[in-house]
């Protein structure tokens, strides 16, 4: 299990705003907190594969206006194989196996309304083993994986009142 203080969780949570900060710009955000200590924090949790630095995509800024749900159903015993295949389409950014009833979970982003109807009707409904799918629009996202913190990183935050000294 990865440990996390309560300055790992603050300095994750200012990458989180701004994934090109400084350590300089965070020790001073931080108010007590030598930029040094941040770098080599900052180094520890990408050694530890607690955090990566990447780009991310705003897709809307690219044109990629529809964002919808599709949820799968497929023929049994092919659940994997269908899903290798569907996670190869770039048009599909999430893919995960479910249980219940579905067996697919995926998101698509696409330019069009017409351009999500050909791709789920004749790319994602070509696929041998695909039975059924069922696609929901998302006509607003409030929050996706690039915001997303977990519990005890609030916590830990708010126990320092953000600024405040860390025990």
């Known amino acids: 299990?990865?440990?996390?203080?309560?300055?790992?969780?603050?300095?994750?949570?200012?990458l989180n705003e701004d994934g090109r900060m400084s350590s300089a710009e965070i020790a001073?955000?931080?108010?007590?907190?030598?930029?040094?200590?941040?770098?080599h924090r900052i180094d520890n949790l990408i050694?530890?594969?607690i955090i990566t630095v990447r780009a991310v995509l705003n897709p809307l800024a690219l044109g990629y206006r529809i964002y919808a749900d599709v949820f799968i159903e497929v023929e049994p015993g092919r659940v994997r194989e269908v899903a290798e295949k569907v996670a190869q389409f770039p048009q599909v950014s999430y893919v995960a196996c479910a249980t219940g009833g579905i067996d697919l979970s995926i998101s698509?982003?696409?330019?069009?309304?017409?351009?999500?109807?050909d791709f789920v009707a004749e790319q994602?409904?070509?696929?041998?083993g695909v039975r059924r799918t069922e696609t929901y629009l998302l006509p607003l996202k409030i929050k996706d994986l690039?915001?997303?913190m977990p519990p005890e990183a609030e916590q830990a935050v708010s126990r320092a009142g953000r600024h405040g000294s860390r025990e």
């Open 124 to 128: 994602l409904g070509n696929i041998p």
């Open 28 to 39: 001073r955000r931080l108010g007590d907190v030598p930029a040094r200590t941040v770098n």
């Open 146 to 148: 690039e915001n997303w």
């Open 1 to 14: 299990m990865n440990e996390l203080d309560q300055l790992d969780w603050e300095i994750i949570k200012l």
């Open 108 to 117: 698509v982003r696409v330019r069009s309304n017409e351009e999500l109807f």
């Open 47 to 49: 050694e530890r594969g």
